[in-house]
């Protein structure tokens, strides 16, 4: 079973629009929760890197929020753009070198 | 652009084979990733080496191993090739080997068995 299970598996938006992703894990022990996201056939990049003690983070109009009590993060997408679709994947790990990925929520933001 | 460059973009090969997929890490970072993300599936961690020594493995089949020059770029080499290791191979470094540094991606190597 993966550690780390994010929904909706797809999700498809009009320009505009706000959406939020969700990821829930069961890594334990936890250091950090990231946030990346990958448009098709390219490298993934990163949005967010949380650590435990925090529990919102922003990049432009990228949010996420990490609960870590209930072991869930979302990341909510603001006023979304055509350049925002693409793959987005939760990422949670102890450190650098252990790190469990999700596989991903496919976003297409239509206009 | 992270900074990481991987070569070759694309690879088209035969089963059997065996291929090399080169990384060079960001200026600075002594670490190095590799990981595999076969079609409409997660990335998969295979391998990471700091600084020259082999650090943590993943789902690394025994076909394949890395290593990471004094140079710091790193080479994958993949043998004996079947038709599911067609895949995108991503190389990714960061400046330290633990903790939450970020980790930068390249742009991947698109290798395809036929």
């Given at each position: 079973?993966?550690?780390?299970?994010?929904?909706?598996?797809?999700?498809?938006?009009?320009?505009?629009?706000?959406?939020?992703?969700?990821?829930?894990?069961?890594?334990?022990?936890?250091?950090?929760?990231?946030?990346?996201?990958?448009?098709?056939?390219?490298?993934?990049?990163?949005?967010?890197?949380?650590?435990?003690?925090?529990?919102?983070?922003?990049?432009?109009?990228?949010?996420?929020?990490?609960?870590?009590?209930?072991?869930?993060?979302?990341?909510?997408?603001?006023?979304?753009?055509?350049?925002?679709?693409?793959?987005?994947?939760?990422?949670?790990?102890?450190?650098?070198n252990d790190m469990?990925f999700?596989?991903?929520?496919?976003?297409?933001?239509?206009? | 652009?992270?900074?990481?460059?991987q070569?070759?973009?694309?690879?088209?090969?035969?089963?059997?084979?065996?291929?090399?997929l080169?990384c060079?890490?960001?200026?600075?970072?002594?670490?190095v990733y590799w990981y595999q993300q076969s079609?409409?599936q997660g990335l998969q961690f295979l391998i990471q080496y700091?600084?020259?020594?082999e650090r943590a493995k993943g789902n690394i089949l025994e076909r394949f191993s890395a290593q990471q020059?004094?140079?710091?770029?790193s080479e994958l080499n993949l043998?004996?090739?079947?038709?599911?290791d067609?895949a995108l191979y991503f190389c990714a470094?960061?400046?330290?080997?633990?903790?939450?540094?970020?980790q930068?991606f390249g742009?991947g190597t698109?290798l395809?068995?036929?």
């Amino acid at each position: 079973k993966n550690q780390v299970e994010q929904s909706p598996q797809s999700l498809i938006i009009l320009e505009g629009k706000n959406c939020t992703l969700q990821c829930n894990y069961t890594v334990s022990p936890f250091s950090n929760l990231r946030w990346y996201k990958q448009d098709t056939g390219r490298g993934p990049v990163s949005l967010t890197i949380m650590t435990f003690s925090e529990n919102t983070k922003s990049n432009g109009r990228y949010t996420a929020t990490l609960d870590a009590d209930t072991k869930q993060s979302s990341l909510h997408i603001t006023a979304s753009q055509l350049s925002d679709s693409a793959s987005y994947i939760c990422v949670v790990g102890p450190n650098n070198n252990d790190m469990r990925f999700g596989a991903g929520t496919r976003l297409t933001v239509k206009p | 652009d992270s900074g990481v460059t991987q070569t070759p973009k694309h690879l088209i090969t035969a089963t059997g084979q065996r291929v090399t997929l080169r990384c060079s890490p960001r200026s600075g970072d002594l670490s190095v990733y590799w990981y595999q993300q076969s079609l409409d599936q997660g990335l998969q961690f295979l391998i990471q080496y700091y600084n020259g020594e082999e650090r943590a493995k993943g789902n690394i089949l025994e076909r394949f191993s890395a290593q990471q020059f004094p140079d710091l770029h790193s080479e994958l080499n993949l043998s004996s090739l079947e038709l599911g290791d067609s895949a995108l191979y991503f190389c990714a470094s960061s400046v330290s080997g633990m903790g939450s540094y970020e980790q930068y991606f390249g742009p991947g190597t698109r290798l395809t068995v036929t």
